[in-house]
């Protein structure tokens, strides 16, 4: 990742950091209040604090990760299930290409900073071919580090839908289980064209 691109990406996590209700990098001022604390949000303040990782493909090694962090923000998609929850994004990288070699370091790192749960983005299962190790690391991950694994993370854009259709990429039945949270209905997949 060049330095612009580091740059964005940092920028977006704090953007959606901020809007999320999750976490700030802003820092404050002492004896100020956390913008976004539990406090300020009477509906968060008996929700325990769930703490993510994400993973995305390789291929996409330059995402500046804008749909995952809307997504996250909006709660839309596999964030869909945090609706009303405090949610805390504590890591975010790549597999580190095929065939996948960060999954072996990245979600102890991730652990470490408190995840409870890991994101295989939504790339993983967009791409052309899809991730042919997804069901792999699907267990490997809770086996190796106990961490729950959740397969996507923003909703699967429609245009990707398309050609999937198109190519019967999805029509073995396990890969129901693996588009159930991204599918989304239409209007939601055209947001994320």
Not at 89 to 99: K, Q
Request: net charge positive.
């Amino acid at each position: 990742m060049n330095h612009l691109s580091r740059r964005k990406f940092c920028q977006n996590i704090l953007v959606a950091s901020t809007f999320a209700g999750t976490f700030s990098l802003l820092g404050k001022k002492e004896g100020e209040a956390k913008p976004n604390s539990e406090a300020s949000n009477p509906h968060l303040s008996n929700k325990k604090l769930i703490k993510l990782g994400i993973i995305i493909c390789d291929r996409w090694h330059t995402c500046a990760g804008g749909k995952c962090l809307r997504s996250l923000r909006r709660r839309e998609g596999a964030f869909s299930r945090y609706k009303n929850q405090n949610v805390e994004l504590v890591g975010f990288t790549t597999c580190g290409g095929c065939p996948g070699g960060n999954i072996e370091y990245a979600p102890d790192e991730m652990k470490k900073n408190g995840a409870d749960i890991i994101h295989l983005a939504t790339g993983f299962v967009v791409g052309y071919p899809p991730c042919p190790s997804i069901e792999y690391f699907s267990r490997f991950i809770p086996e190796k580090y106990g961490l729950e694994v959740v397969v996507g993370t923003h909703p699967i854009p429609q245009k990707y839908y398309l050609t999937h259709q198109k190519l019967h990429t999805w029509d073995k039945p396990e890969w129901k289980e693996f588009l159930q949270p991204t599918l989304c209905d239409k209007e939601t997949r055209l947001k994320y064209d």
